[in-house]
């Protein structure tokens, strides 16, 4: 049952997985969106804010911040694991600003964000929060937390989450058209022919059977799957799959616990 | 060649001009400019019975908005936001200059401060419509208001353009199918500050009657001639006209006239009518004075003007046979050129008018007063301004205006920028919405450019209510003398001066019965022999600016009709429209280089001819071509942007063309209900409820108009990825599903406002209300808990979290009635008044305003905001009237992706689609997707869009996506590919202002009425859900007696009667005495409980206040013994 990496960088990872269950892998890729613990604004107590944005509205906006987890899994507890506030469950940031009457107005950033744990941090220091005007203030003390995104979107690690069918594209007779409707240029013309250049790319819209009826044949290949992540910057893609199928077996484990129990 | 982007130019430079409300500013320029002083003017002077002393009325000014404050200190200026924010009107003083004349000498003039005038802002007394963006930021003022309302006692009121059937028009129709009247000709006449209306009837023996208001019965329309000094059968025949067929028409009519042949006659003949048995002499004189006054007043009402009023009439009468003889059709009611808009300028005139009178009444009376006294005259203490400042005040606070009308001012609309400028620019009509009134609810054909072909609302008001189009202008009116002079230069035969020639000879009759009438507003003043040539040439005069470019000219030309209609009056819609001469438009594109270069503007093209503004009629003359390509040797006009022919809300539909006319009206209407950016100093506002939408976003498919009406600063929605497929079906019948997460991420967030607000009013007897923490002993506290979190001043503090049933401002009164107080202390006396949280209602305070209102009031608001994250139930729309609820909300996780991970926002379920027919919507979802993927906005004009379809699918298809926007999608839920693809596009949806947090409602236990002890009904009133008649008929169809007794009965105002078992009365339970009491026995009696409904017993007792004597006969419940219970 192989694996094979089709693309990997900081953000993406793509896999071909050959002979594993759609059912397993779509488990795998709702896992990766609704169970991989990250670290987000959960809590703020705001101790000023005259600015124009109210403080549901700023709360929300800081929630909405990616903050880099990648350590932070080691160091705090998980959400199933913390109860009320005890200790490694959370961390804080702080946010003081405030332009002076006479200052032009001013963009508050995410590097305007102190934070008490320094591998806890924004992952892009140049994400806009508020404008504030001249002798406009904001002060704050936001807590975070692991969560998963089955509580919140802000918890998703990924922006990108998909397993598609791997497609065989096959050429019984010659047809051009075919090239030319293609939106993923999977067709390659030579010499007033085609041939299948890209076929891994191949979306199975089936729009050149449309034109081209038995000439083009596109079927899925059984049990051979296409599986492609993006990260926010939260966390590392490799990372993301682990933690994902971790949470995933961890459940497994528990429901595994409870039949035992039952005898 | 004028281009797409070459006339887009105009249309800029147009709006850049005149904004968007100009009709309203250019109406209440003119009413401050001219009417106000022409209505002083009518009054002239006052002369109390006094001998030697008169009072003349000079100069009228109004000035800056300003405020008198209660300490009688002089009055300060104040800005719209301070009105606002104080509840005060936004008015100016107005001063009269006042000569005193008495004994012929005249004394210093002197002005008077006679009362206040609202000032609408942005107009040229509102010192803010000169102000530029900065200082209007300064004084809180939204840099881009259009002005155009006025603001009444701290809220914003629009005086709505009222529609109306022209006056001093002659309008001919049918008689009544079976009536005496065959054929009828009706005239309104309106005078300065009254309306009569004259009718001319044709019977059926032929013979033609008037008649007018206060004289009563039908007048012979000869003896109406002989009175007003026309007076020979000829010169009769010949004022109607000079036609042989239509003078033979008359011989009935003279024939009935025939005994009265004198002008003498003819007048005693009408006193009659009026003074009934007095002596000749008076009854002539009575005759003339009515006549005067109330025949055709528009004409004038001095003796002089008889002549004039008689050749109205004939020509009047020339109509009507006209008619008769088939040679002209009944003049068509709902054609524009026969309607007139009344604007604020108007209705302020009307309503002045009467504020004025009744200022004048009462400084006559005054005088008067003061004069009997034997005092000095000082004319500022006998002034009181209150008069006027009252009555205009009220009517607009009300919206009850003089003449019956009721609501003509209304309260300004601000749940988004689109809601508020359609309420700027809508247009009332004055005919009843009981009636069905079919044709005049239609679209009528001279509306092209006008009103708005879509924006009208759904049921009684439907056709009836109108918004005006985007280039629709309304004339001010001048005066018509001027015209009249220019128009006898240039040739016109005064309709006296033709009799004369024809009498005498000097011209034949033929010649002059083939002449053109023509007629100025209506009134008919001369012959001229080429109608077709006078109107061009009064034309030219027009666009030479030697004549006004309000004057419109119409030449009307059929087999038997030859007239030439000249128009200045006020209250016409016109359009404007490129001037075209010999195939060519005359706007060049020059022109137009000069526009962008900013060296010339729309003004100038209209000053130099080249653009025209037209009204109804001359449209009539006018050949106009839609676009250049069309012009041909005939063409007279050029269509300057036939988009425009749409109104201000219709005119954000990305192509309404392709879609079915009613979901462009629907959606005209939805547009309004949007939530958005309403007023960018929104958090300054007190309005009384308003919504704000957190992240409003500009369309990506925009229309080239957005820019112009400020829709794109000021949006009502967000850019919504859309698919459309079913979907877990949670979005059957209309409603759609949401993603979860991207609600998460702010997708549709809003803000809801409400304002509460107290006043610490002051009453008689020195007492006053006092805002504070109220004491535990006054009447209705509501115990220590509701007042917890105000402050020691007694009002909550910003920032708090507050739910219904919390007291926001506490606030103690003194009693109602002096009675209660003297029973009780005066500390229990007091009245708890505090203002408390709706009940169902929670959120936040957000503002909190102490101030003064004009009589030196302490006045607080609280303005309380709650959070507003779209959740199941509330309603969203796209811009093509498609509407539907959340009906699911699903995590992102769940929902379909495509090949790429992209996940929708929106899943719209497809049925919504085919038999609506909004095509404009797929194609907005195929120029949303490729907006995003090109990364500009997409131009949606209608019939001017670009890029085209095959353009857009090109470009799609060229990215990587389906040319026809679909996409391969896969479940979500089980990563299974959705067979065939799925349409995925971006769509402009809105979300509007129903919302579940304001409905919903259930209820187990709650209040009841006090009178019928029922549960009470609606939310607000915590009310229970009614169980009404046809629920009732289904439990009782169903059998189930005990449930039908349940919800009725034992739910609802069960009670126990006692009743007398002698007399059948209702007693009770003396707890003193503890008996039972019945009230004719007394304790004389057995009284036996009984089960009855409150509203029975309260039946029994509303019986005996009417003296009826109700008796309930007692029985057994089960009769013992086989009786059947009676005895
Ligand atoms: S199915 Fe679609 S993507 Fe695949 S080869 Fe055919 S046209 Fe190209």
Redesign the pocket.
């Known amino acids: 049952m192989p694996v094979y990496l089709r693309f990997s960088d900081d953000n993406r990872l793509g896999l071909i997985v050959e002979g594993y269950l759609l059912a397993l892998l779509n488990a795998i890729r709702r896992s990766v969106i609704l169970y991989t613990p990250v670290m987000a604004v959960d809590e703020v107590y705001i101790i000023e804010n005259n600015s124009p944005l109210y403080d549901e509205m700023l709360a929300h906006r800081l929630g909405m911040v990616p903050f880099d987890s990648e350590e932070a899994l080691t160091k705090y507890k998980r959400p199933e694991e913390c109860s009320g506030d005890e200790r490694d469950c959370t961390t804080k940031v702080y946010l003081v600003k405030k332009v002076e009457s006479g200052e032009s107005p001013t963009w508050v950033y995410t590097k305007d964000l102190k934070s008490d744990d320094p591998e806890v941090k924004p992952i892009s220091g140049d994400i806009p929060i508020v404008l504030l005007a001249q002798g406009q203030s904001v002060s704050l003390e936001a807590k975070l937390r692991l969560g998963y995104g089955i509580e919140h979107a802000k918890f998703i690690p990924v922006s990108v989450a998909v397993v598609r069918y791997y ?1 065989k ?1 096959e050429i019984a007779e010659d047809c051009v058209k ?1 090239a030319e ?7 390659e013309v030579s010499d007033e022919k085609i041939k ?1 250049a890209n ?1 891994e ?10 034109v081209c009826g038995e000439k ?1 044949r ?1 079927t899925a290949v059984e049990n051979k799957y296409i599986f492609e992540l993006e990260s926010t910057g939260v966390l590392r893609p490799k990372t993301i799959l682990r933690e994902a199928i971790k949470s995933l077996r961890r459940k497994l484990q528990e429901f595994s616990e409870k039949v035992g129990v039952l005898s | 060649m004028l281009n797409v982007e070459n006339r887009w130019t105009l249309i800029e430079s147009y709006f850049k001009e005149n904004g968007l409300v100009r009709q309203h500013l250019d109406s209440f320029d003119d009413f401050v400019r001219n009417k106000l002083q022409q209505i002083v003017d009518e009054q002239g002077e006052i002369t109390p019975e006094i001998p030697g002393l008169k009072i003349k009325l000079g100069k009228i000014r109004v000035d800056r908005p300003k405020v008198r404050e209660a300490d009688r200190g002089p009055a300060v200026e104040i800005t719209p936001m301070e009105a606002r924010l104080r509840n005060l009107t936004y008015a100016g003083p107005i001063y009269l200059t006042i000569t005193i004349i008495e004994n012929n000498i005249e004394s210093e003039p002197t002005e008077i401060y006679i009362g206040d005038l609202p000032i609408m802002l942005k107009s040229v007394i509102d010192p803010t419509s000169t102000m530029s963006a900065e200082e209007l930021i300064k004084i809180g003022e939204d840099p881009k208001d259009p002005g155009g309302y006025f603001i009444i006692n701290g809220t914003e009121k629009v005086i709505v353009t009222q529609e109306d059937l022209a006056v001093n028009r002659i309008l001919v129709d049918y008689g009544k199918p079976g009536a005496n009247v065959t054929h009828v000709a009706k005239i309104t006449s309106a005078a300065p500050g009254y309306r009569v209306q004259t009718l001319i009837e044709r019977e059926k023996d032929g013979t033609i009657q008037v008649s007018f208001a206060s004289v009563p019965g039908k007048i012979p329309f000869a003896v109406m001639m002989r009175a007003l000094g026309v007076v020979t059968d000829r010169d009769i025949a010949f004022a109607v006209s000079f036609d042989p067929t239509i003078q033979n028409e008359l011989y009935p009519s003279l024939e009935q006239a025939r005994a009265i042949s004198t002008m003498e006659d003819a007048l005693a003949f009408i006193g009659d009518r009026i003074a009934i048995g007095q002596k000749r002499e008076n009854r002539i004189h009575k005759a003339e004075q009515t006549i005067d006054r109330y025949f055709l007043p528009h004409l004038g009402t001095t003796p002089e003007t008889r002549k004039l009023k008689a050749y109205y009439l004939a020509a009047a009468v020339a109509k009507l046979i006209e008619l008769y003889l088939g040679r002209r059709e009944p003049d068509d009611k709902d054609h524009y050129a026969n309607k007139r808009l009344r604007l604020a300028g108007d209705l302020m005139a009307s309503l002045f008018r009467v504020a004025f009178k009744a200022f004048v009444k009462d400084l006559t009376y005054q005088l008067e007063k003061s004069k009997v006294r034997g005092r000095k005259l000082t004319l500022s203490n006998l002034v009181r301004s209150d008069i006027i400042t009252e009555r205009i005040r009220h009517a607009l606070a009300t919206g009850n205006w003089v003449g019956n009308k009721t609501g003509v001012s209304q309260l300004l609309d601000r749940t988004n920028w689109l809601s508020m400028l359609s309420h700027l620019r809508r247009v009332v009509s004055s005919l009843a919405r009981g009636q069905p009134n079919f044709e005049a609810r239609d679209l009528h054909g001279t509306q092209w450019g006008r009103m708005c072909p879509f924006e009208t609302p759904e049921g009684p008001n439907s056709g009836l209510v109108k918004n005006l189009a985007l280039m629709a202008q309304i004339s001010v009116g001048i005066d018509d003398k001027e015209v009249e002079e220019e128009l006898f230069r240039l040739g016109v035969i005064p309709v006296e001066e033709a009799i004369t020639q024809v009498v005498e000879g000097r011209a034949d009759l033929e010649s002059l019965a083939s002449y053109a009438k023509v007629f100025l507003n209506g009134k008919f003043v001369g012959y001229y022999k080429d109608g077709a040539e006078l109107a061009n040439r009064i034309r030219e005069l027009r666009r030479s600016g030697q004549l006004n470019d309000e004057v419109n000219v119409a030449h009307i030309r059929t087999e038997f009709v030859n007239e030439v209609h000249v128009n200045t009056d006020g209250g016409r819609v016109r359009r404007p429209l490129i001037v075209v001469k010999n195939g060519e438009p005359l706007v060049t594109e020059e022109d137009i280089d000069n526009i962008r270069k900013g060296e010339k503007t729309f003004k100038d093209l209209v000053k130099e001819g080249k653009i025209e503004f037209l009204d109804a009629e001359e449209e009539e003359n006018a050949y106009i071509a839609l676009e250049p390509k069309d012009i041909t040797e005939e063409t007279t006009h050029l269509e300057i942007w036939p988009p425009a022919i749409l109104g201000i809300v219709a005119s954000i539909i990305p192509y309404p063309e392709h879609n079915q006319s009613p979901r462009n009206t629907y959606q005209s209407a939805m547009a309004k209900q949007a939530l958005g950016l309403y007023a960018a100093n929104f958090q300054l506002r007190t309005d009384s409820r308003a919504h704000f939408l957190h992240y409003p976003q500009k369309p990506l498919v925009q229309t080239r108009i957005m820019d112009v009406i400020g829709y794109n600063d000021r949006p009502a929605g967000a850019n919504a990825l859309m698919a459309v497929m079913t979907y877990t079906g949670y979005n059957m019948e209309d409603a759609i599903i949401l993603n979860k997460s991207s609600v998460d991420r702010g997708m549709y967030r809003s803000t809801f406002f409400r304002l509460y607000s107290t006043e610490e009013l002051k009453y008689p007897g020195g007492q006053e209300d006092k805002i504070g923490i109220p004491e535990p002993g006054a009447r209705g506290y509501k115990g220590k808990e509701y007042y917890e979190r105000l402050e020691d001043n007694g009002i909550v503090a910003p920032e708090v979290e507050v739910k219904g049933g919390d007291v926001l401002i506490g606030k103690v009164s003194p009693p109602r009635f002096l009675q209660e107080f003297k029973e009780l202390t005066a500390e229990q006396a007091k009245r708890d008044t505090s203002v408390t949280l709706r009940y169902g209602e929670s959120g936040t305070v957000d503002l909190v305003v102490v101030t003064q209102t004009a009589e030196g009031n302490k006045l607080v608001k609280v303005r309380v905001r709650d959070l507003r994250i779209p959740e199941l139930g509330d309603k969203f729309a796209t811009r093509h009237g498609q509407k539907g609820v959340v009906g699911m909300l699903l995590h992102e996780a769940d929902m379909p992706y495509t090949v790429d991970g992209i996940v929708p926002d929106i899943i719209l379920n497809p049925h919504a689609l085919p038999s609506r027919m909004t095509v404009g919507q797929l194609l907005e979802a195929l120029a949303g997707k490729y907006a995003a993927v090109v990364g500009k906005s997409v131009d949606a004009t209608p019939w001017y869009y670009s890029p085209k379809e095959d353009e857009m699918k090109k470009a799609l298809l060229e990215h990587g996506y ?1 040319s026809n926007a679909a996409e ?1 999608v896969y479940d979500g839920r089980t990563g299974q590919k959705v067979k065939g693809t799925i349409l995925l596009g971006i769509v402009y949806y809105m979300k509007l202002h129903h919302m579940v947090a304001d409905k919903i409602h259930a209820r187990a236990r709650g209040p009841v009425q006090i009178l019928t002890r029922q549960p009470t009904e609606g939310r607000a009133r915590e009310g229970g859900l009614r169980f009404g008649e046809m629920e009732r008929d289904c439990l009782i169809g169903f059998g189930a007696a005990s449930l039908l007794k349940d919800r009725l009965l034992d739910n609802s105002d069960k009670t126990v009667i006692y009743v007398c078992s002698q007399c059948g009365y209702v007693g009770y339970f003396d707890r003193k005495k503890n008996k039972y009491w019945c009230p004719i026995h007394e304790d004389k009696t057995v009284l036996y409980p009984v089960t009855v409904s409150y509203a029975f017993k309260l039946l029994l007792q509303e019986l005996m206040s009417m003296g009826i004597s109700p008796r309930l006969i007692l029985g057994d419940k089960v009769p013992i013994g086989g009786g059947d219970g009676n005895e």
Not at chain 1, 181 to 187: A, E, I, L, T
């Open positions: 497609p594209v075919a409707v293609c939106p993923r240029k999977v067709f299948v076929e790319d191949c979306i199975l819209c089936e729009e050149c059977v449309k083009v596109i | 389906l391969v």
